[in-house]
Each structure stands twice: as structure tokens, then as C-alpha cells.
């Protein structure tokens, strides 16, 4: 499940829909992330850094010049799902549409625009169309 923060709508998201070579890349990029602080997002003139608890986890991505533009946020499991979701919301200086909602059924993602939204449009849209692949790659990282 796909949320927008902004509008609170929801979309499915299909392992199906995402290229088998963009996830395997996702997946490269996480295995990098543990090596590596801060290593390039794969297509993307960005770099991330994960913060995971368990099965659930926030991939940050920034440009080059380090402002963080977006936040792929990703609930893979129950357990730790509803928590990460009110945590997602708290400090964003935005007006979230799904602030006070309940957290969707894991697993979920979602994209939360950060401070370097405003300079770099462009990379947020690359981030936000990127979001499922990041999800995918994560919810099968250590496959393949």
C-alpha cells in the first residue's frame, strides 16, 4: 500500500508493477547502506541513510549538496507498523492529510517531503515515483 501523505490517498502497489532490475537495485543500495555512510541511490544524483527499527525504516535521501529532499517511509511489518507511522508524522512542518489516522494495515509506504523540497522539485518526484521500488527492495533485501 502506497500513502500520500499530502492527500491521504492510498494506492496498492504490486510487487508485479516494479521492475525486477530497479528492486534488485534497491536491494544494492540497502547492502551498501550497512557498509558504507551515506552511499548513492542508484539512478538518482542522491545519497541516503536508513534508519531501521527491525522491519520498519526510514530511508532519507538528499541531494548532493546534503539537504534531505524526501523520506521513504516503510511499514513492513505489524509489529512495529502503527508506532512507525505516528513517529513519521511527528516534527514534519507540513500539513499531512493522514496526521490523527490510523496506520494502514503492513505492509505500507509512504514519502514524506523534507526541507530541500522547495530547492529540488525535481529529485522529490524522482523520490516519490521511486518510492515503491525503495519499498520493495527493502521488504526483500538478503533475497536474490
Partial sequence: MHVDL???????CLRS?????V?????GMF?????????RVPGLDATV??????RCVNVTISALDGLAVGTVSIGGHARC?????????LGSDLDLATLGRKAPSA????VLPEKGRDK?????????????????????RGQG
Avoid: F, Y
Fill in 81 to 89: 507498523s502503527d508506532k512507525h507511522w505516528q513517529e513519521l508524522h
Fill in 17 to 21: 508493477e516494479v521492475e525486477d532490475a
Fill in 107 to 110: 505492509p505500507w509506504c509512504a
Fill in 120 to 140: 529540488h522539485p525535481a529529485l522529490l518526484d524522482a523520490i516519490s515515483s521511486l518510492g515503491p521500488a525503495v519499498a520493495w527492495g527493502w521488504l526483500e
Fill in 31 to 39: 547492502d551498501s547502506a550497512r557498509r558504507v555512510d551515506r552511499p
Fill in 23 to 27: 528492486v534488485g537495485r534497491m536491494r
Fill in 6 to 12: 499530502l492527500t491521504g490517498d492510498t494506492k496498492r
Fill in 49 to 54: 541513510r536508513v534508519r531501521d527499527n527491525g
